[in-house]
């Protein structure tokens, strides 16, 4: 079975004036409930707030657990911090946080929310309120359970965030694969980035991480990977300037899946960007990712 993790402060009620698809992570559980006892569900508890505070500002963390971000932050996130909102906020770090954990044991697992790269020190932005990314790694880092954690980030905009977050930290490595031109407009320095131009299909996209991530995993040699797989790449994605197709998005994830594996590297994999009119189709491509994922790492043994 694979682990997923799941809060039902996931799904929080929709703040006045925000376009972000709310009801987004709960489709994405519904779907996978649908796939019967593929799954084991685990439910995490909040990021505590000491480990929100060693990754973002304090006076910026008191804002959203408060819910009292001011508009100005509010603008950038792209919605206003309700007290579900901030509940949210705290709970998903949690989830990629347990993701993590579980992968450790069984190799792979999913957090049904997460991948909210743009976040920063004292602000969110792009619809990332606190770093889930950061904050797990950081955490998992500095307590002791892992030497090295790489983070893998294959939505379609680069994790701005994710890389300025962790930038002073050696025992955390980060990879971006996206869209050159997309959001954000200026790009934080990966340990490894790699843009692609607007337009780029299946078989390019598929060579550019070919190329460029084993060389990194190898050099690095990380014990856990946490995965952003976020699936706005997709052609037809809202706010996505590529022209990957599902059958695209679906290799891409067993490629990692696969080479992750036969390296015995464990990984956790959240659920990052995906956007559209139709949310069920959108929830339908994010549920298509962690199944790929799932089945690439069950026919691989853990350990090489």
């Given amino acids: 079975m694979i682990p997923v993790v799941h809060h039902p402060r996931y799904v929080a009620p929709a703040p006045a004036r925000s376009q972000y698809q709310w009801n987004k992570n709960g ?23 000491r480990w929100l505070e060693a990754v973002h500002d304090p006076d910026y963390v008191a804002e959203v657990l408060e819910a009292r971000v001011p508009p100005h932050k509010a603008r950038r996130i792209g919605f206003p911090v309700t007290p579900e909102v901030a509940a949210r906020a705290q709970a998903v770090p949690g989830g990629t946080w347990l993701a993590a954990m579980l992968a450790l044991e069984h190799g792979y697992a999913a957090n049904s929310a997460g991948g909210s790269h743009h976040a920063l020190a004292d602000t969110g932005a792009g619809y990332c309120v606190f770093n889930d990314l950061a904050l797990a790694a950081v955490r998992l880092v500095e307590e002791g359970t892992v030497g090295r954690v790489l983070i893998v980030d294959c939505d379609v ?33 990966s340990t ?26 190898d050099q690095f040699a990380p014990d856990l990977v946490l995965y952003q797989a976020g699936v706005d790449p997709f052609v037809e994605d ?3 300037r590529l022209a990957l197709s599902y059958g695209g998005l679906t290799s891409r994830d067993t490629w990692i899946a696969a080479t992750l594996r036969a390296r015995g590297i464990p990984f956790a994999s959240v659920l990052g960007g995906g956007y559209g009119l139709d949310a069920l189709e959108v929830s339908r491509r994010h549920v298509a990712s962690i199944l790929a994922l799932g089945s690439a790492a069950a026919k691989q043994p853990l350990h090489a």
Avoid: C
Wanted: cysteine-free; aromatic content about 6%; overall charge negative.
């Fill in 27 to 49: 489709l994405v559980r519904d779907l996978l409930r649908e796939q019967g006892d593929v799954f084991a569900w685990h439910e995490p508890e909040p990021m505590p707030r």
């Fill in 157 to 189: 905009h680069q994790g701005d965030g994710t890389a300025s977050l962790t930038a002073g930290h050696p025992d955390i490595a980060t990879y971006s694969i996206h869209a050159d031109k997309n959001f954000p407009v200026r790009k934080a320095r």
């Fill in 192 to 217: 490894l980035d790699v843009p692609v131009p607007d337009g780029t299909g299946d078989a390019a996209y598929l060579e550019a991480l070919a190329e460029t991530l084993p060389p990194l995993i």
């Fill in 238 to 240: 809202r706010l996505g």
